[in-house]
Nanobody
Framework: QVQLVESGGGLVQTGGSLRLSCVAS?????MGWFRQAPGKEREFVAA????????YYNDFVQGRFTISRDNGANTMYLQLRSLKPEDTGVYYC?????????????????WGQGTQVTVSP
């Protein structure tokens, strides 16, 4: 397992943008982003393979978010664009000991503490 620290969350208006970062304490394989809104279950947002060549998104993303990584800096990013109020929640990064990403939260064994994203109407 590795230690993961997210940053970059904040309060934005509808249509705004944010860039989330996740710094790992060491080398990671596949990584992903999940989010949890108040009163709702944690849901998959996006995942990326260990090389950064394959990415996967939940359908609700609809081309608005972009996941990427910089292995030299042990950092993963999530660029959020065209944000909507329903995107509000705590965004978590996660890492799994496997080369390819997954949309299942149980496939990940390392989690960050989360960063809050709030989108106002």
């Amino acid at each position: 397992q590795v230690q993961l620290v997210e940053s970059g969350g904040g309060l934005v208006q509808t249509g705004g943008s944010l860039r989330l970062s996740c710094v790992a304490s060491g080398r990671t394989y596949a990584m992903g982003w999940f989010r949890q809104a108040p009163g709702k279950e944690r849901e998959f947002v996006a995942a990326i393979d260990w090389q950064g060549s394959l990415s996967y998104y939940n359908d609700f993303v609809q081309g608005r978010f972009t996941i990427s990584r910089d292995n030299g800096a042990n950092t993963m990013y999530l660029q959020l664009r065209s944000l909507k109020p329903e995107d509000t929640g705590v965004y978590y990064c996660a890492a799994r000991p496997h080369p390819t990403g997954s949309s299942a939260h149980w496939d990940y064994d390392s989690w960050g503490q989360g960063t809050q994203v709030t989108v106002s109407p």
